[in-house]
Protein backbone atom coordinates (compact mmCIF):
# COMPACT_ATOMS: atom_id res chain seq x y z
CA UNK A 1 0.00 0.00 0.00
CA UNK A 2 1.37 3.55 -1.49
CA UNK A 3 1.91 6.99 1.47
CA UNK A 4 -1.59 7.59 1.99
CA UNK A 5 -1.36 10.67 3.37
CA UNK A 6 -0.42 12.63 0.39
CA UNK A 7 -3.49 11.30 -1.82
CA UNK A 8 -6.86 13.22 -2.02
CA UNK A 9 -10.09 12.17 -2.74
CA UNK A 10 -11.92 13.88 -5.78
CA UNK A 11 -15.38 13.45 -5.78
CA UNK A 12 -17.24 15.15 -9.03
CA UNK A 13 -20.42 16.56 -7.59
CA UNK A 14 -21.43 18.99 -9.97
CA UNK A 15 -24.10 17.64 -12.42
CA UNK A 16 -27.13 19.35 -12.79
CA UNK A 17 -29.09 16.33 -12.05
CA UNK A 18 -31.56 17.18 -15.07
CA UNK A 19 -32.41 13.71 -15.57
CA UNK A 20 -32.92 12.09 -12.19
CA UNK A 21 -35.02 15.87 -11.52
CA UNK A 22 -33.25 16.86 -8.28
CA UNK A 23 -30.12 16.81 -5.96
CA UNK A 24 -28.73 13.19 -6.92
CA UNK A 25 -25.72 13.76 -5.70
CA UNK A 26 -27.56 13.51 -1.90
CA UNK A 27 -30.09 11.22 -2.69
CA UNK A 28 -30.53 9.01 0.13
CA UNK A 29 -29.34 5.05 -0.85
CA UNK A 30 -28.46 4.06 2.46
CA UNK A 31 -29.15 3.88 6.55
CA UNK A 32 -29.13 7.21 8.73
CA UNK A 33 -29.45 9.24 5.18
CA UNK A 34 -26.46 8.43 3.76
CA UNK A 35 -25.90 9.15 -0.19
CA UNK A 36 -23.31 7.27 -2.70
CA UNK A 37 -20.44 9.99 -2.12
CA UNK A 38 -20.62 9.27 1.86
CA UNK A 39 -20.09 5.16 1.32
CA UNK A 40 -17.23 6.40 -1.12
CA UNK A 41 -15.61 8.32 1.75
CA UNK A 42 -16.14 6.13 3.94
CA UNK A 43 -14.02 3.49 1.82
CA UNK A 44 -11.04 5.70 1.38
CA UNK A 45 -11.11 6.83 4.51
CA UNK A 46 -10.10 2.67 5.27
CA UNK A 47 -7.57 2.25 3.60
CA UNK A 48 -5.85 5.73 4.90
CA UNK A 49 -7.10 8.22 2.40
CA UNK A 50 -8.74 10.74 4.42
CA UNK A 51 -8.69 14.26 2.88
CA UNK A 52 -11.48 14.74 0.40
CA UNK A 53 -11.70 17.37 -1.95
CA UNK A 54 -15.68 17.99 -3.47
CA UNK A 55 -15.97 19.61 -6.64
CA UNK A 56 -19.89 21.28 -6.67
CA UNK A 57 -21.74 24.24 -7.68
CA UNK A 58 -22.23 27.48 -5.15
CA UNK A 59 -26.14 26.44 -5.30
CA UNK A 60 -24.74 23.01 -3.60
CA UNK A 61 -22.58 24.60 -1.51
CA UNK A 62 -24.11 24.76 2.20
CA UNK A 63 -26.41 21.50 1.11
CA UNK A 64 -23.12 19.47 0.32
CA UNK A 65 -21.09 20.95 3.51
CA UNK A 66 -24.11 20.51 6.11
CA UNK A 67 -25.07 16.58 4.99
CA UNK A 68 -20.86 15.72 5.22
CA UNK A 69 -20.63 17.10 8.52
CA UNK A 70 -23.84 15.43 9.89
CA UNK A 71 -22.52 11.74 8.08
CA UNK A 72 -18.55 12.33 9.08
CA UNK A 73 -18.31 14.91 11.86
CA UNK A 74 -16.97 18.57 11.87
CA UNK A 75 -13.35 17.00 12.04
CA UNK A 76 -13.83 15.62 8.21
CA UNK A 77 -10.19 16.97 5.97
CA UNK A 78 -12.86 18.70 3.47
CA UNK A 79 -12.27 20.91 0.70
CA UNK A 80 -14.72 22.65 -1.71
CA UNK A 81 -14.33 23.42 -4.60
CA UNK A 82 -17.07 25.27 -7.40
CA UNK A 83 -16.75 24.19 -11.17
CA UNK A 84 -19.42 27.02 -11.70
CA UNK A 85 -16.99 29.61 -11.04
CA UNK A 86 -14.29 27.82 -12.96
CA UNK A 87 -13.29 29.47 -16.33
CA UNK A 88 -16.25 31.10 -18.21
CA UNK A 89 -19.42 30.16 -16.66
CA UNK A 90 -22.04 28.24 -18.69
CA UNK A 91 -25.64 26.69 -17.65
CA UNK A 92 -24.35 22.95 -18.38
CA UNK A 93 -21.17 22.21 -16.60
CA UNK A 94 -18.38 21.60 -19.14
CA UNK A 95 -17.61 17.94 -18.34
CA UNK A 96 -15.26 15.71 -15.63
CA UNK A 97 -12.42 17.15 -17.29
CA UNK A 98 -13.17 20.80 -16.47
CA UNK A 99 -14.14 19.42 -13.14
CA UNK A 100 -10.96 18.10 -12.37
CA UNK A 101 -9.07 21.14 -13.69
CA UNK A 102 -11.10 23.22 -11.67
CA UNK A 103 -10.09 21.74 -8.42
CA UNK A 104 -6.00 22.05 -9.10
CA UNK A 105 -5.35 24.46 -6.70
CA UNK A 106 -6.25 22.39 -4.06
CA UNK A 107 -4.22 19.48 -5.05
CA UNK A 108 -0.63 18.58 -4.17
CA UNK A 109 -0.14 15.03 -4.70
CA UNK A 110 -2.34 12.11 -6.31
CA UNK A 111 -5.65 11.35 -6.69
CA UNK A 112 -8.38 9.25 -6.60
CA UNK A 113 -10.86 10.75 -9.15
CA UNK A 114 -14.79 9.24 -9.04
CA UNK A 115 -18.20 10.26 -9.49
CA UNK A 116 -20.12 11.24 -6.38
CA UNK A 117 -23.40 9.80 -7.68
CA UNK A 118 -21.63 6.22 -8.78
CA UNK A 119 -19.92 3.49 -6.43
CA UNK A 120 -17.65 1.15 -7.65
CA UNK A 121 -17.79 -1.83 -4.96
CA UNK A 122 -16.77 -1.84 -1.43
CA UNK A 123 -13.31 -2.98 -3.02
CA UNK A 124 -13.34 0.20 -5.73
CA UNK A 125 -11.05 2.35 -3.83
CA UNK A 126 -8.91 -0.26 -2.02
CA UNK A 127 -7.96 -1.27 -5.57
CA UNK A 128 -7.47 1.52 -7.52
CA UNK A 129 -5.11 2.92 -4.36
CA UNK A 130 -3.31 0.06 -4.45
CA UNK A 131 -1.81 1.15 -7.21
CA UNK A 132 -0.67 4.07 -6.75
CA UNK A 133 3.19 4.46 -5.85
CA UNK A 134 5.65 7.34 -5.47
CA UNK A 135 7.99 5.58 -8.03
CA UNK A 136 9.75 8.58 -10.49
CA UNK A 137 9.71 7.85 -14.08
CA UNK A 138 10.36 9.58 -17.68
CA UNK A 139 6.14 9.00 -18.27
CA UNK A 140 3.53 9.39 -15.72
CA UNK A 141 1.57 6.25 -15.26
CA UNK A 142 -2.54 6.67 -14.31
CA UNK A 143 -4.63 3.68 -13.40
CA UNK A 144 -8.09 2.82 -14.74
CA UNK A 145 -10.47 0.55 -12.52
CA UNK A 146 -12.23 -1.82 -15.64
CA UNK A 147 -15.82 -2.42 -14.82
CA UNK A 148 -17.42 -5.91 -16.71
CA UNK A 149 -19.77 -4.10 -19.10
CA UNK A 150 -22.81 -5.95 -17.95
CA UNK A 151 -22.39 -4.95 -14.39
CA UNK A 152 -22.63 -1.95 -15.22
CA UNK A 153 -26.04 -1.31 -16.86
CA UNK A 154 -29.69 -0.79 -15.78
CA UNK A 155 -32.53 -3.00 -16.17
CA UNK A 156 -34.27 -0.20 -18.45
CA UNK A 157 -33.10 2.48 -20.33
CA UNK A 158 -29.29 3.32 -22.28
CA UNK A 159 -25.93 4.99 -20.99
CA UNK A 160 -22.78 6.07 -22.12
CA UNK A 161 -19.86 3.77 -21.59
CA UNK A 162 -15.77 3.71 -22.16
CA UNK A 163 -15.30 0.80 -24.05
CA UNK A 164 -11.81 -0.01 -23.88
CA UNK A 165 -8.92 -2.67 -24.71
CA UNK A 166 -5.69 -2.90 -23.17
CA UNK A 167 -2.41 -4.96 -24.04
CA UNK A 168 -1.26 -7.97 -22.56
CA UNK A 169 0.64 -6.35 -19.97
CA UNK A 170 -2.85 -4.85 -18.92
CA UNK A 171 -1.99 -1.09 -20.20
CA UNK A 172 -4.96 0.68 -21.97
CA UNK A 173 -4.45 0.86 -25.68
CA UNK A 174 -7.80 2.59 -26.94
CA UNK A 175 -11.25 3.87 -25.38
CA UNK A 176 -14.04 4.50 -27.17
CA UNK A 177 -16.66 6.96 -26.04
CA UNK A 178 -20.04 4.82 -26.85
CA UNK A 179 -23.64 6.26 -26.55
CA UNK A 180 -27.11 4.73 -26.38
CA UNK A 181 -26.01 1.41 -24.71
CA UNK A 182 -28.98 -0.54 -23.70
CA UNK A 183 -30.38 -4.15 -22.99
CA UNK A 184 -32.36 -6.09 -25.76
CA UNK A 185 -33.56 -8.81 -24.35
CA UNK A 186 -29.93 -11.37 -24.31
CA UNK A 187 -28.42 -8.64 -26.67
CA UNK A 188 -26.56 -5.40 -25.35
CA UNK A 189 -26.49 -3.00 -28.30
CA UNK A 190 -25.35 0.75 -28.77
CA UNK A 191 -26.25 3.45 -30.79
CA UNK A 192 -22.95 5.62 -31.46
CA UNK A 193 -21.02 3.68 -32.84
CA UNK A 194 -23.85 1.23 -33.92
CA UNK A 195 -22.94 -1.75 -32.98
CA UNK A 196 -23.45 -4.96 -30.33
CA UNK A 197 -20.93 -5.32 -27.38
CA UNK A 198 -20.39 -8.28 -24.88
CA UNK A 199 -21.67 -8.29 -21.24
CA UNK A 200 -17.77 -8.85 -20.91
CA UNK A 201 -16.31 -5.66 -22.45
CA UNK A 202 -14.29 -3.77 -20.70
CA UNK A 203 -15.64 -0.32 -19.52
CA UNK A 204 -14.60 3.05 -17.82
CA UNK A 205 -16.80 3.97 -15.67
CA UNK A 206 -14.37 7.19 -14.50
CA UNK A 207 -12.65 6.13 -11.42
CA UNK A 208 -8.61 7.20 -11.98
CA UNK A 209 -5.56 6.94 -9.71
CA UNK A 210 -3.81 10.29 -11.47
CA UNK A 211 -0.67 11.76 -10.98
CA UNK A 212 -0.28 15.58 -10.50
CA UNK A 213 1.34 15.63 -14.25
CA UNK A 214 -1.44 14.00 -15.55
CA UNK A 215 -4.03 17.08 -13.84
CA UNK A 216 -1.52 19.68 -15.32
CA UNK A 217 -1.36 18.47 -18.52
CA UNK A 218 -5.44 18.27 -18.25
CA UNK A 219 -5.11 22.40 -17.54
CA UNK A 220 -3.23 23.07 -21.07
CA UNK A 221 -5.78 20.30 -22.77
CA UNK A 222 -8.88 22.39 -21.27
CA UNK A 223 -7.50 25.64 -22.27
CA UNK A 224 -7.14 23.90 -25.69
CA UNK A 225 -10.12 22.81 -25.96
CA UNK A 226 -11.94 26.16 -24.36
CA UNK A 227 -10.58 27.67 -27.28
CA UNK A 228 -12.52 25.73 -29.80
CA UNK A 229 -15.68 25.30 -28.10
CA UNK A 230 -16.28 28.71 -26.39
CA UNK A 231 -19.66 29.14 -27.78
CA UNK A 232 -20.89 25.82 -27.60
CA UNK A 233 -23.61 25.60 -24.96
CA UNK A 234 -23.19 21.69 -24.89
CA UNK A 235 -19.73 20.58 -25.65
CA UNK A 236 -17.97 18.63 -22.79
CA UNK A 237 -14.21 18.29 -21.93
CA UNK A 238 -14.44 14.69 -20.85
CA UNK A 239 -12.29 13.08 -18.75
CA UNK A 240 -11.90 9.90 -20.29
CA UNK A 241 -11.02 11.21 -23.53
CA UNK A 242 -8.70 13.53 -22.46
CA UNK A 243 -6.49 11.05 -20.54
CA UNK A 244 -6.59 8.91 -23.52
CA UNK A 245 -5.42 12.15 -25.66
CA UNK A 246 -2.60 11.82 -23.52
CA UNK A 247 -1.60 8.32 -23.81
CA UNK A 248 -1.84 8.88 -27.49
CA UNK A 249 0.57 11.66 -27.03
CA UNK A 250 3.21 9.87 -24.96
CA UNK A 251 2.77 11.57 -22.11
CA UNK A 252 0.91 9.15 -20.17
CA UNK A 253 0.19 5.26 -19.58
CA UNK A 254 -2.62 4.09 -18.18
CA UNK A 255 -2.94 0.61 -16.60
CA UNK A 256 -5.88 -1.24 -16.10
CA UNK A 257 -6.75 -3.07 -12.72
CA UNK A 258 -9.54 -5.54 -13.11
CA UNK A 259 -12.69 -5.37 -10.91
CA UNK A 260 -15.53 -8.20 -10.50
CA UNK A 261 -17.68 -5.49 -8.54
CA UNK A 262 -21.05 -4.57 -9.30
CA UNK A 263 -21.35 -0.60 -10.68
CA UNK A 264 -24.59 1.18 -8.79
CA UNK A 265 -25.42 4.52 -9.83
CA UNK A 266 -27.75 6.81 -9.98
CA UNK A 267 -28.76 8.74 -13.39
CA UNK A 268 -32.73 8.75 -13.82
CA UNK A 269 -35.11 9.30 -11.16
CA UNK A 270 -35.86 5.12 -11.21
CA UNK A 271 -32.54 4.27 -10.63
CA UNK A 272 -32.94 5.45 -6.67
CA UNK A 273 -34.83 2.64 -5.64
CA UNK A 274 -32.30 0.27 -7.47
CA UNK A 275 -29.27 1.74 -5.91
CA UNK A 276 -31.35 1.39 -2.01
CA UNK A 277 -32.33 -2.41 -2.84
CA UNK A 278 -28.78 -2.63 -3.52
CA UNK A 279 -26.89 -0.99 -0.81
CA UNK A 280 -29.75 -2.85 1.65
CA UNK A 281 -28.41 -6.14 0.16
CA UNK A 282 -24.93 -5.20 0.04
CA UNK A 283 -25.07 -4.54 4.26
CA UNK A 284 -27.37 -7.43 4.55
CA UNK A 285 -24.85 -9.48 2.90
CA UNK A 286 -21.97 -8.19 5.00
CA UNK A 287 -23.84 -8.63 8.43
CA UNK A 288 -24.49 -12.44 7.21
CA UNK A 289 -20.76 -12.69 6.50
CA UNK A 290 -19.57 -11.01 9.99
CA UNK A 291 -22.49 -13.25 11.92
CA UNK A 292 -20.70 -16.25 10.44
CA UNK A 293 -17.33 -15.28 11.27
CA UNK A 294 -18.26 -15.68 14.97
Known amino acids: MPDTSTISLLLLAGGLGSRFGGTKQLATVGPGGSAILDHSI ?21 DIQRHLVA ?24 GTGHAVVS ?11 LNADDHYGPTGIARIVRSLSGDESTIPSA ?22 TRDRTGRLISLVET ?14 PVGELSPESLVSMNIWALPMAAINRLAEQWTAFHRRH ?39 REDLEVARAAFAAKIAGTQDESEGAR
Open 71 to 94: QHGEDLNLVMVHQDTFGPTRVRPW
Open 143 to 164: TMLGFQLGRTLPETGTVSRGVC
Open 103 to 113: ARAALDGPVVV
Open 42 to 62: REAAAVGVSRVVVVGRTDLDE
Open 230 to 268: ADSPTAEFLLPEALDEQRVEGRLTIEVVDTDEDWIGITN
Open 179 to 192: HGIGRYGDAIRATN
